[in-house]
Nanobody, 122 residues
Framework: VQLQASGGGLVQAGGSLRLSCAAS????????MGWYRQAPGKERELVAD???????NYVDSVKGRFTISRDNAKNTVYLQMNSLKPEDTAVYSC?????????????????WGQGTLVTVSS
């Protein structure tokens, strides 16, 4: 399973960016997909995640500004980021809890995509 993220870049404070992450490979199902971020000198934190059924969860600092969504048919998760602040600057990585079938046995693993850098200038 591979996760390919895109959409990062440089934006001024108050601007918007949309991140995308597509999962590919021999996937049986994906339960939770999410976005994490790690700023310089800080630990990685969960930004938002979404279940297959569409239940979402956000870190308090992005509530009302970021929206996570997914297209189950495309195994793709999106993160719409509005009203960006300099403190949102970080490397954003996508994650998926995906089930694959190995010798007729379904196994669930946590897969990570490569990070994409989001830089918000003041």
């Amino acid at each position: 399973v591979q996760l390919q993220a895109s959409g990062g870049g440089l934006v001024q404070a108050g601007g918007s960016l949309r991140l995308s992450c597509a999962a590919s490979g021999s996937i049986f199902s994906i339960s939770v997909m999410g976005w994490y971020r790690q700023a310089p000198g800080k630990e990685r934190e969960l930004v938002a995640d979404i279940t297959y059924g569409g239940t979402t969860n956000y870190v308090d600092s992005v509530k009302g500004r970021f929206t996570i969504s997914r297209d189950n048919a495309k195994n793709t998760v999106y993160l719409q980021m509005n009203s960006l602040k300099p403190e949102d600057t970080a490397v954003y990585s996508c994650n998926a809890d995906a089930t694959i079938v190995v010798a007729t046995t379904p196994l669930t693993f946590s897969f990570w995509g490569q990070g994409t850098l989001v830089t918000v200038s003041s």
